[in-house]
């Protein structure tokens, strides 16, 4: 599986692959693993907390020593955390200082469809738009990026992207760890030139492994429990994380919440867009010990356990439940497919491409729908796909008639599917109505075509 190919379409010389190029010396483990910064409000009303945040391009330090040119949220490569809670309506001010169109899309949210960052709802160069979260969902840990018509990979691996934590105050009894011991991490690949600039080629030369923006980091920690909000934000990549030694990672959560139950973990295989709540306990160590993070491709990160620390932190045996879902009354299908049999190769979803003007599924509000996701892509040693629906997570019921893996659990918004498979989610349109994409999550396919849209009415 994991030799499928990353394919795309040739360049305009006709060429397949990277082209040739000086490439910049990345040191490992020469950086410490930087944390985002958090968001704050510019107001605080009694309805909402309003923000501000400036698309801008900026230059950044990646590797060290070099600067980088990316495009950023707030001028920082991975942008600001919004820290959020359950319950409480959150506004964001989106100032668009680039030279090209840009949205946001705020991945895993319920938000109404004028919120969404609908491909076609971009905000042109020198304006803004205002994006309004009810934040009505449970807590979780989501993520914003850009989602700009044909240029959301891009834009993507140039740098639009960062967090949104939602806390919720009904989770405050389970005694997970909180505060400082709480950590986001995307994780993330790049390729980068000898004068720290980010080249964007296929998918497979990206060699270079981010945390939080930085390659190959080490992080200090204490000798106790962490949770790690986990999320993969490259455009096109599949992770499998390990921790050196087998050291457990407990998932506590997946896309959208708590899972019900923790899980031990000695593998986490997470595709782009995905994220994992884990915890770690580093309290068998001891200062001076180190844990490495390893994808099947190299070393994502290194920890440092550089003191001891008191610990009242704890994982229940029992985490939040998920409630049961009505019985679907609608099923359909949806189908991954390359054409490349065409000079210029078709990323279709049901055989076709997207089409803003055409609606693909009309759902009713309130339906519970069992979707069947078939990658069709066996030629060519097979080509891999992600499915990622807006607006609500699923659950997936199974794969090819067997159980759904153990990173499937909980609610989820994007899931693999490998070449020839196919697997059935369940899922229930609670609220809103309008329109709302689904495609492939691997963007370098969504913004060739690999997308479709639902049309949700009363
Ligand atoms: Cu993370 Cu439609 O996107
Ligand atoms: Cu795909």
Not at 5 to 18: I, Y
Not at 211 to 238: C, D, E, I, M, S
Not at 296 to 301: F, Q, R
Not at 317 to 343: C, G, H, K, M
Request: proline fraction near 9%; hydrophobic fraction near 35%; glycine fraction near 8%.
């Amino acid at each position: 599986l994991t030799g499928a190919a990353a394919l795309l379409p040739p360049g305009r010389d006709g060429r397949h692959g990277p082209r040739p190029r000086r490439l910049a010396h990345v040191p490992a483990f020469s950086v410490e693993m930087p944390l985002p910064p958090v968001a704050r409000p510019v107001q605080v009303r009694p309805d909402a907390d309003v923000y501000q945040v400036r698309i801008k391009p900026a230059r950044v330090e990646i590797v060290p020593g070099l600067l980088t040119p990316v495009l950023s949220f707030g001028g920082g490569f991975v942008g600001p955390t919004f820290q959020v809670r359950t319950g409480r309506r959150v506004i964001v001010k989106y100032h668009n200082d680039l030279d090209r169109a840009a949205n946001v899309h705020l991945h895993g949210g319920h938000v109404p469809s004028v919120s969404d960052g609908h491909p076609m709802d971009v905000i042109d160069p020198g304006r803004f738009r205002v994006y309004d979260y009810p934040n009505t969902q449970q807590g979780t840990t989501l993520w914003y990026h850009d989602h700009s018509h044909h240029t959301e990979a891009r834009n993507v691996y140039a740098g639009l992207h960062g967090f949104y934590v939602i806390e919720d105050p009904a989770e405050a009894k389970y005694g997970l760890p909180r505060g400082r011991y709480d950590v986001p991490i995307m994780i993330r690949d790049a390729l980068i030139g000898q004068d720290g600039e980010l080249i964007y080629d296929v998918p497979d030369t990206r060699t270079t492994l981010l945390a939080n923006g930085r390659p190959q980091p080490y992080f200090r920690v204490a000798a106790r429990k962490y949770r790690f909000r986990l999320l993969n934000g490259t455009t096109h990549r599949l992770f499998r994380l390990r921790l050196e030694g087998d050291l457990p990672l407990i998932q506590i959560g997946s896309d959208g919440g708590l899972l019900p139950a923790p899980q031990r973990m000695r593998e986490l295989l997470i595709s782009s867009g995905e994220r994992a709540d884990v915890v770690v306990d580093f309290s068998r160590f001891k200062p001076g010990d180190q844990v490495m993070m390893h994808d099947t491709s190299g070393t994502v990160l290194r920890f440092d356990v550089v003191r001891r620390a008191r610990d009242h932190s704890r994982v229940p045996d029992v985490l939040r439940p998920l409630p049961d879902l009505p019985e679907a009354t609608v099923t359909r299908d949806v189908v991954f497919n390359l054409d490349l049999t065409t000079p210029k190769w078709r990323y279709l979803m049901n055989e076709q491409e997207f089409d803003p003007a055409r609606v693909d599924f009309q759902v009713r509000r309130g339906a519970t729908e069992i979707w069947r996701i078939h990658n069709a892509d066996v030629e060519r040693g097979g080509i891999n796909h992600t499915f990622h629906l807006h607006l609500e997570q699923f659950r997936v019921l199974d794969r090819d008639g067997e159980p759904p893996w153990p990173t499937d659990l909980g609610r989820k918004d994007t899931i693999y599917v490998p070449p020839g498979a196919s697997a059935r989610i369940k899922v229930r349109f609670t609220e809103h109505l309008g329109r709302y994409v689904y495609h492939c999550h691997f963007l370098d396919h969504s913004s060739l075509g690999m997308m479709a849209q639902l049309q949700i009415v009363p």
